[in-house]
């Protein structure tokens, strides 16, 4: 039964906190975020099973998260009244061309951060875009002007 | 100008109808920074504290955290310091000390161990008058050892009880 607590707590506080520190986070893996998801994922592991070694531990603590995660998934499909809270919301940031400032900033996305993303699906100007949506994944979906 | 499919311009551009969702995250960001400021004021342990009872004949120190959490290593020291000769020194624990705890060590190894009315007793032999005692015992918290219990201390000589000490652990999970 602890375990399973265990296992309840720690993925309803992983995803607040994901939920919590926001997108830009999530869609950059520089070298440092993937050390400290290595440490994030250690540090998870000694809270949920503790000095438990044995393969029943490990069962119900995968299980618990698979079956929450499950949970998660089928209730975003189901009520889309619930989408916003669980899974968030995509935030227009290139209108026409013209960057949006109050939402790059409200994500905490640099214009050198928005240019990068451009760059990298192989657009040289942000004015060449029609529109740039910051998905709820993190990462930034452009669509490019007709013509550019 | 063709708006993607799915997108809503009140909604994902203007964020029209998620004015709350900023305050909720600043609210979340403060909960957590609560808690991680009460983990660094001790709140969740195991810093150790310093408890004494003192009488005539006799002072007992005990220095032990109150506050564990599970899996946890940690050392409870009792000082016992003679005033007179105590000739049959006695070291009562309540079994909290014990429940769901590992006790690796007992350091000196008292004369005898057992059991007083379901209570921990150590016998630790004569101590001088002037001298000091000191029994140290390291303990593993049980990681399914939550909750608060009684962990007082008495001191006897032979069967007359000179000090205690009231106290309680935590163990959060």
């Known amino acids: 039964m602890d375990i399973v607590l265990r296992g309840i707590f720690v993925f309803v506080f992983l995803y607040v906190l994901m939920r919590m520190i926001g997108r830009r986070e999530l869609s950059s893996l520089e070298p440092f975020d993937l050390i400290l998801l290595i440490v994030l994922g250690d540090a998870v592991q000694q809270g949920l099973t503790q000095d438990d070694y044995s393969l029943t531990g490990a069962f119900l603590a995968i299980g618990t998260i698979a079956v929450l995660q499950l949970v998660v998934s089928y209730a975003n499909f189901r009520f889309p009244k619930l989408r916003p809270v669980l899974d968030g919301e995509p935030i227009v940031v290139v209108q026409d061309g013209k960057p949006i400032e109050k939402n790059l900033k409200r994500e905490r996305v640099t214009i050198d951060d928005l240019a990068a993303a451009a760059r990298q699906q192989n657009i040289a100007k942000i004015e060449d875009v029609q529109w740039a949506v910051m998905e709820t994944s993190g990462a930034i979906s452009f669509i490019k002007k007709s013509g550019s | ?173």
């Open chain 2, 1 to 173: 100008m063709d708006v993607p499919d799915q997108i809503d311009l009140d909604r994902h551009l203007e964020l029209a109808g998620r004015g709350f969702s900023r305050p909720v995250r600043w609210v979340l960001i403060a909960l957590t920074s609560i808690v991680l400021l009460l983990g660094l004021l001790n709140v969740f342990g195991q810093h150790p504290s310093t408890l004494v009872a003192e009488s005539a004949k006799a002072k007992l120190e005990v220095y032990a955290p109150a506050h564990l959490r599970g899996g946890l290593l940690y050392e409870a020291r009792f000082t016992v310091f003679a005033r007179e000769k105590l000739n049959h020194v006695v070291l009562l624990l309540s079994p909290g000390w014990a429940e769901s705890q590992q006790l690796n060590t007992i350091e000196p190894s008292p004369v005898a161990q057992g059991s007083r009315d379901g209570d921990l007793y150590f016998t630790l032999g004569p101590v001088p008058k002037g001298q000091v005692y000191r029994l140290f015992l390291e303990f593993q918290v049980n990681p399914t050892n939550v909750g608060r219990r009684r962990a007082d201390v008495a001191l006897y000589d032979g069967d007359t009880r000179l000090l205690s000490i009231k106290r309680t652990i935590t163990v959060y999970p």
